[in-house]
């Protein structure tokens, strides 16, 4: 590859990259992509539960008219035991747990059974807009529980968590930004603190233009095995440092922050209480008793999530934003100047009376549909129950061990062996590592194969990416450049998720047999 040719794509983004990698590989008959972060798996339980919410939704609405394909609205009225009756003459596996979701209704929630259930039959169905816009109002009942129990490790803070659903993570880290932006809790010039090496989107949106904010990392590295060292977190002591953006556990370093961490945070926030933190955790259920940073400092943490990893769906887009009802984000709001908040009450005093009373997570609400479409915001109702209906499958089996989520990490954790054992590179077997992705320093792996005048060689010839573009087109495996995400230069992320097991042992045997052939030239080169 030529310099010029090097240099425009080292500009691109670590997932521009990976695209350009797989063209190169795809043309290969032994074609690899580990770099995909999407799950090969998915929930079946939760998948068929929703298609018999949609099953027993036509039915409902045939009752009230049916002529040919066109049926009326539902009737809420002994929809509880309609649905009962349904589920029992089923006699199938789906129904059974869809009974058990309604016992479970039955002992947790004190609220009239059939408005619960004709909310998700009419969620299902999706024949009305979202109403409330933000979330439906036992849905987020339900959804706050399942954070309770996936992401708080118990800390009650479920009955004090408002929820917004997204269409992914996506959606929600675009929102967030947006609306830190347009309520001006954030400005150009601003500080941000950064947990570094982390998932792309966080490092590149601040630098924008729309944005333009100044990025302070806190970095951690594999020295550590990839845990943030606690003095790091002494940065966020600087007043001008606004926010605090962090994937916890982290991507790529899988890392999830233990007890010495959140101890340290708690102790930062107790000198900063202004400090905004952002967290996702959409890899918290593969750590064993994870505890979210909401747990810890919960009135100055915004909680992002999604059920594209655990459930194998991405192509739902189900994600969520959560944030406590008392929160700095309300309070920072508070705090503006008498001409940023004239600028505020005009902007939204077009959808609500009271817009100074307008919380911040109704302002994201507001936001993500430019004002105008507030009354019709709002995931739609379908995708709703999907993410009811997922969460349902863990809160049904509090009892028992969650069978689901053990397989789902024994899968990832088993591939993370392997690919470790092919290549004889150390295992960081902490129970903090999600091992969702594996970090390969090429160069340290050279030089453990090959000593170290080796691995200085590959170094000063070699850029990563001609390593990574080799891989490619001579082997057809793909994998990720960790440069992207902020790691020093020869990290390379191989995902755990996405290839059958199998395959791991074939990856880490042609990356040996590239670093060979780079070795064979090196003894020339030498001669
Ligand atoms: C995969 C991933 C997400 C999930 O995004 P979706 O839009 O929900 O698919 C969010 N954050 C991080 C750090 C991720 O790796």
Redesign the pocket.
């Known amino acids: 590859m030529d310099k010029l040719q090097e240099e425009k794509i080292e500009k691109l983004g670590a997932f521009e990259i990976d695209e350009l990698l797989i063209q190169a590989a795809e043309k290969n008959k032994n074609f690899l992509n580990a770099g995909k972060?999407n799950p090969n798996w998915i929930n079946t339980k939760a998948r068929l539960a929703f298609c018999q919410l949609v099953e027993f939704g036509v039915i409902e609405s045939q009752r009230t008219y049916n002529q040919t394909d066109i049926a009326g609205d539902i009737a809420t009225a002994g929809i509880y035991e309609r649905f009962s009756a349904f589920l029992t003459t089923r006699d199938d596996e789906t129904a059974e747990f869809l009974l058990a979701c309604l016992a479970y209704f039955k002992t947790e929630f004190s609220v009239p059974l059939d408005d619960l259930v004709a909310e998700l039959i009419d969620g299902a169905i999706g024949n009305n807009y979202p109403t409330p816009n933000r979330v439906l109002k036992h849905s987020e009942k339900i959804l706050a529980t399942y954070l309770k129990e996936v992401l708080f490790n118990g800390a009650e803070l479920a009955n004090e968590t408002e929820i917004f659903p997204t269409?992914?993570?996506?959606?929600a880290?675009v929102y967030i930004f947006q609306s830190l932006k347009e309520n001006k809790l954030i400005r150009p010039d601003d500080k941000i603190a950064i947990s570094s090496p982390i998932?792309t989107p966080y490092l590149q949106i601040p630098e924008l233009h729309d944005y333009q904010m100044v990025e302070i990392d806190l970095q951690s590295s594999e020295e550590n095995n990839w845990e943030v060292p606690v003095e790091e977190f002494e940065k966020l002591l600087d007043p001008n440092i606004k926010a605090f953006f962090l994937?916890n556990p982290s991507?790529p370093g899988s890392k999830a922050l233990g007890e010495k961490e959140l101890a340290k945070i708690k102790q930062i926030v107790e000198k900063r209480p202004d400090l905004m933190i952002i967290t996702?955790e959409?890899?918290g259920s593969f750590v064993k008793n994870f505890q979210s940073v909401y747990t810890a400092v919960p009135h100055n943490t915004l909680l992002?999530y999604?059920?594209?990893?655990l459930f194998g769906a991405?192509g739902w887009?189900?994600?969520m934003i959560a944030l406590n009802q008392e929160n700095v984000f309300d309070q920072a709001i508070q705090n503006l100047s008498e001409n940023d908040h004239q600028e505020l009450t005009e902007r939204y005093s077009l959808v609500t009376l009271y817009p100074d009373k307008m919380k911040f997570i109704d302002r994201i609400v507001a936001d993500s549909r430019s004002i105008g479409l507030y009354h019709t915001a709002g995931l739609s109702t379908p995708q709703q129950m999907m993410m009811v209906l997922f969460s349902l499958t863990h809160l049904i089996c509090l009892e028992k061990p969650d069978r689901y989520i053990n397989e789902s990490k024994n899968i990832i954790q088993s591939r993370y062996e392997l690919l470790h054992d092919q290549l004889n590179y150390p295992m960081d077997n902490s129970e903090l590592n999600s091992k969702y992705y594996s970090l390969i320093d090429i160069y340290r792996l050279a030089d453990q194969l090959y000593g170290q005048e080796f691995s200085v060689y590959l170094k000063d010839y070699f850029e990563e990416i001609d390593f990574l573009v080799n891989l490619a087109e001579t082997t057809g495996v793909v994998l990720m450049d960790g440069v992207g995400f902020g790691t020093k230069a020869g990290e390379i992320r191989i995902s755990n998720a996405n290839l059958p097991t199998e395959d791991y042992a074939i990856i880490a045997e042609r990356i040996l047999e590239l670093l060979k052939d780079y070795h064979l030239r090196f003894l020339e080169a030498a001669k």
């Open positions: 972060g269409e992914g993570g996506t959606a880290m998932f994937v991507n996702d959409v890899y992002v999604s059920y594209s990893k991405t887009r189900l994600g």
